[in-house]
């Protein structure tokens, strides 16, 4: 059974940081990608970042970057999503999701398995 566990959401100032973490066990996909998108109220789900399994290249939106940095632990089979500087506007649910041979890393549907979610509430 595939799962996706996400931890390290909470409530920060504008200008504070929070790591993400998404622990991923029960898949056997010889070369995938794991992802982050957020969903604000009332907003589409959207994509944040993303890491390969077959040579570590990293993905992000242009809202986030030089803000965010996506790394991966293969011995805990974890992703982290460090996020600093964090700005109101990112508050949302943050999910990891996971998926095969991906063409567009900022599609959600390209994604075959997802976590529940963890919020992110900034404050200004």
């Known amino acids: 059974e595939v799962q996706l566990v996400e931890s390290g959401g909470g409530l920060v100032q504008a200008g504070g940081s929070l790591r993400l973490s998404c622990a991923a066990s029960?898949?056997?996909?010889?070369?995938?990608?794991i992802g982050w998108f957020r969903q604000a109220p009332g907003k589409e789900r959207e994509g944040v970042s993303c890491?390969?399994?077959?040579?570590?290249?990293?993905y992000y939106a242009d809202s986030v970057k030089g803000r965010f940095t996506i790394s991966s632990d293969n011995a805990k089979n974890t992703v982290y999503l460090q996020m600093n500087n964090l700005k109101p506007e990112d508050t949302a649910v943050y999910y990891c999701?996971?998926?095969?041979?991906?063409?567009?890393?900022?599609?959600?549907?390209?994604?075959?398995?997802w976590g529940q979610g963890a919020q992110v509430t900034v404050s200004s």
């Open positions: 999701a996971v998926g095969a041979s991906l063409s567009s890393w900022y599609i959600s549907n390209e994604y075959d398995y």
């Open positions: 890491i390969s399994s077959s040579d570590g290249s990293t």
């Open positions: 029960g898949f056997t996909f010889d070369d995938y990608a």
